[in-house]
């Protein structure tokens, strides 16, 4: 069946530190992957979107890899601030404007 | 640019009661979707919207639930008797026409409990 993977625990780092989060998935061939933040009590909103032909994308000091091979997405934060503390979402490419979340993983920065 | 306006942001009733949540998308946007989140999961796809048409409702439970999106602007999705499963966050979220993938928009939530 398809499966869409996030670590479940969440991810404390340091102020400063980069924070990377991994989606992995199963039985799916995605034509593309988004990653979307959510704050307590607040929709998703959304960072950055990958396509299957890219392998990197970049906005400010975020970086988003895709490998279908290994059927993962890397998410990373560079010099990680306290304000970046919020659950990340993964989502699939599930058919036309379609998309398949994951359960997410919740990132804690600390000063 | 307001963003996609949901009402009500909190619901509470008895279980059997019917409930009805509004939504209003981003001025422009064809697309229209209404997810369901449950608590430490990721949102659910239940239905989405290409103007007033609905192309997917898969995942809708047809027995309990409706939605509708006349002349193509704001919606309501409605659930009649609701039960004690359907307690979570209602998510409705809208993106403009064009190539897929889309960013989506996605309202505050209506959080619903049922008792």
């Known amino acids: 069946s398809q499966k869409i993977e996030q670590n479940s625990e969440a991810l404390n780092i340091q102020e400063g530190k980069t924070a990377t989060l991994t989606c992995n998935y199963t039985?799916?061939?995605?034509?593309?992957l988004q990653w979307y933040r959510q704050d307590p009590g607040r929709g998703p909103v959304f960072l950055l979107l990958?396509?299957?032909?890219?392998k990197e994308k970049r906005k400010e000091r975020l970086k988003v890899t895709f490998d279908t091979t290994l059927k993962q997405s890397l998410f990373h934060i560079t010099a990680s601030q306290p304000a970046d503390s919020a659950t990340y979402l993964c989502?699939?490419?599930?058919?036309?404007?379609?998309?398949?979340f994951g359960a997410g993983t919740r990132l804690a920065v600390h000063p | 640019e307001a963003g996609v306006v949901q009402s009500p942001r909190y619901k509470i009733i008895e279980k059997k009661q019917p409930v009805a949540f509004w939504c209003n998308p981003i001025?422009?946007?064809?697309?229209l979707y209404w997810y369901r989140q449950n608590l430490g999961q990721g949102p659910e796809l239940l239905i989405r919207?290409?103007?007033?048409?609905?192309?997917?409702d898969s995942q809708l439970p047809k027995d309990r639930f409706s939605a509708e999106r006349l002349k193509g602007v704001d919606s309501t999705l409605k659930i009649q008797p609701a039960e004690l499963g359907d307690s979570a966050v209602y998510l409705c979220?809208?993106?403009?026409?064009?190539?897929?993938?889309?960013?989506?928009?996605f309202g505050p939530g209506t959080r619903l409990t049922v008792l």
């Open positions: 989502a699939l490419a599930g058919g036309y404007n379609k998309l398949i």
């Open positions: 039985n799916y061939s995605p034509a593309y």
């Open positions: 001025s422009g946007h064809n697309t």
């Open positions: 919207y290409e103007n007033e048409e609905a192309v997917d």
């Open positions: 990958i396509r299957e032909n890219e």
């Open positions: 979220a809208s993106s403009a026409a064009g190539t897929s993938g889309n960013e989506q928009f």
